[in-house]
């Protein structure tokens, strides 16, 4: 069965301080892997998806297929990047979307 | 623990019938979002709810109704169903309005012949 998890369910940096914030999935193929983001009150975003290869706001993300990983990193965290961070998986054809539990983070001063 | 229900799993509606998708939030979760997730597309915002009443309004027909019952549970409402309404209907709860993140149900496949 396909699953997304991600261990931390808050995370605290300072700002300017590197942020990595985990995300491992099991699904018996090859999945495309997502990253959303949704600010307090706000609507869920997208903020990348690994077929893409983009940076957006400064945050990466590489699949790495044999750890099943998709970690989201930023080198230099700011404090408006404060939210909850959702990763999520589908299959190759968009179905079976699969949301993990979340990751808030939050950037200190 | 408790998760985001939703009901049904799968339904198979012809063109022009009628649809309702239920979510069930979780417990003491007072907040209820509907996305649409089209095949091969994101995730679009419908419409959300927040102690009952509509909060947040995004790309949802006018063919599409929704409302929150004083349980907190939700219904999507949808009429005159086409073709490409075919989709995963997504659910999410959250308490304070969203301020505390959601938590996903796993999604009502609709499909419309």
């Known amino acids: 069965a396909q699953r997304v998890t991600q261990p931390e369910k808050l995370l605290s940096v300072f700002k300017g301080a590197p942020v990595e914030l985990k995300c491992n999935y099991s699904?018996?193929?090859?999945?495309?892997l997502f990253w959303y983001v949704q600010y307090s009150r706000q609507r869920l975003q997208l903020l990348l998806r690994?077929?893409s290869r983009e940076s957006i706001k400064g945050f990466t993300a590489d699949l790495n297929k044999g750890e099943t990983s998709f970690h989201l990193k930023k080198p230099f965290a700011q404090e408006e990047d404060s939210a909850m961070y959702y990763c999520?998986?589908?299959?190759?054809?968009?179905?079976?979307?699969?949301f993990g539990p979340g990751t808030r983070l939050s950037v200190l001063p | 623990a408790a998760g985001v229900i939703q009901s049904p799993r799968h339904l198979i509606k012809e063109k022009r019938e009628t649809a309702t998708l239920k979510c069930y939030p979780i417990?003491?979760?007072?907040?209820v979002y509907w996305y649409q997730q089209g095949p091969g597309q994101d995730p679009q915002f419908l419409i959300s709810?927040?102690?009952?009443?509509?909060?947040d309004k995004g790309s949802i027909p006018d063919r599409f109704s929704a409302q929150q019952f004083s349980d907190y549970h939700s219904e999507l409402n949808m009429s005159s169903l086409e073709l490409g309404d075919s989709a995963l209907y997504f659910c999410?709860?959250?308490?304070?309005?969203?301020?505390?993140?959601?938590?996903f149900g796993s999604g009502t496949r609709l499909t419309v012949v």
């Open positions: 999410a709860s959250s308490r304070f309005g969203g301020e505390v993140g959601y938590t």
């Open positions: 699904y018996s193929g090859s999945p495309e």
């Open positions: 690994h077929i």
């Open positions: 999520a998986l589908s299959d190759n054809y968009g179905q079976n979307f699969v």
């Open positions: 417990p003491r979760h007072d907040t």
């Open positions: 709810f927040y102690e009952k009443m509509q909060s």
